[in-house]
């Protein structure tokens, strides 16, 4: 894929990955449409990005509230018309146990993480369709693989995209649309600094930026970082359920009353 002259969007703009893309993709001559709840943000960036090669569009969206989204995305496709990149990256997550177990935390954490991206794809489709092209990217995580601790809902959601992509990528093939699943491992973002935990092969948002778009050009159909924890989690994966739980329930593995969103 050249990313020149293309037209990208990019939700969960304002910070950790997608602010990292941003800075990345602002040095190639393309158009970007942000996405973020946070709009002085978002103006910051396009100020500081403005002697950069890309046009830089900023809109403020909750990607959960489907009718912002269905309006935003109106008010995008009638600058541009069309999109050739939509890399789907909102995502926030919750630490949720048996003493602060609430519906609200899931309805928030699935409406961002997984809701969003399908709202998104709902307004952007028909075009992709029309042109039979583009290319739809959304950013899961190795932590799809297990139900972690305290991150029941979020590995859910995360879950949740991957599935659903695995199945979307076949049902787009004959439109020549390509459909790429992004699973990073431990990035340092606003969201990961809340943790007090060992994160194993912690990158920077840049590095993981840099590896985005290297796959993106390379036209991968799966996006998957640190190589290393990529097989620890495989390993992780295999472990039969009893085992894992019961090595889950050890108190070194335990975390609690964490709450963390990016």
């Known amino acids: 894929m050249d990313l020149e002259n293309k037209n990208i969007l990019i939700t969960g703009a304002s910070s950790g990955i997608g602010e990292a893309l941003v800075k990345s993709l602002a040095e190639y001559k393309c158009t970007?449409?942000?996405?973020?709840?946070n709009?002085?943000?978002l103006r910051e960036m396009q100020?500081?990005?403005s002697s950069f090669p890309a046009e830089i569009n900023i809109y403020r969206c909750d990607v959960s509230k489907k009718d912002e989204v269905k309006l935003t995305?109106?008010?995008m496709l009638s600058k541009s018309d069309t999109i050739d990149l939509a890399i789907l990256n909102a995502g926030i997550s919750r630490w949720v146990f048996p003493e602060n177990y609430n519906s609200a935390d899931a309805e928030e954490t699935f409406g961002t993480n997984f809701l969003g991206m399908i709202y998104w794809i709902e307004n952007l489709l028909p075009k992709f369709i029309e042109r039979k092209k583009g290319t739809i990217a959304a950013v899961s995580s190795l932590a799809d693989n297990r139900g972690y601790s305290g991150s029941g809902f979020y590995c859910a959601s995360k879950?949740?995209?991957?599935?659903?992509?695995?199945?979307?990528?076949?049902?787009?093939?004959?439109?020549?649309?390509?459909?790429?699943?992004?699973k990073p491992g431990?990035?340092?973002t606003?969201?990961?600094?809340?943790?007090?935990?060992?994160?194993?092969?912690?990158i920077t948002p840049e590095k993981a930026a840099d590896i985005i778009i290297k796959g993106l050009i390379k036209e991968k159909r799966y996006i998957i970082f640190p190589y290393v924890m990529y097989m620890l989690t495989r390993l992780v994966g295999?472990?039969?359920?009893?085992?894992?739980?019961?090595?889950?329930?050890q108190p070194y593995f335990k975390v609690r009353n964490k709450q963390s969103e990016n």
């Open 190 to 202: 606003p969201m990961t600094d809340k943790n007090d935990f060992m994160m194993p092969f912690l």
């Open 159 to 182: 879950a949740a995209i991957s599935m659903y992509f695995e199945g979307l990528a076949v049902d787009l093939n004959s439109y020549n649309i390509k459909v790429v699943t992004i």
């Open 238 to 249: 295999l472990i039969p359920d009893r085992l894992y739980e019961f090595f889950a329930r």
């Open 32 to 37: 970007l449409f942000l996405i973020s709840r």
């Open 186 to 188: 431990f990035v340092k």
């Open 73 to 75: 995305a109106a008010e």
């Open 39 to 41: 709009m002085d943000k």
């Open 47 to 49: 100020n500081n990005l």
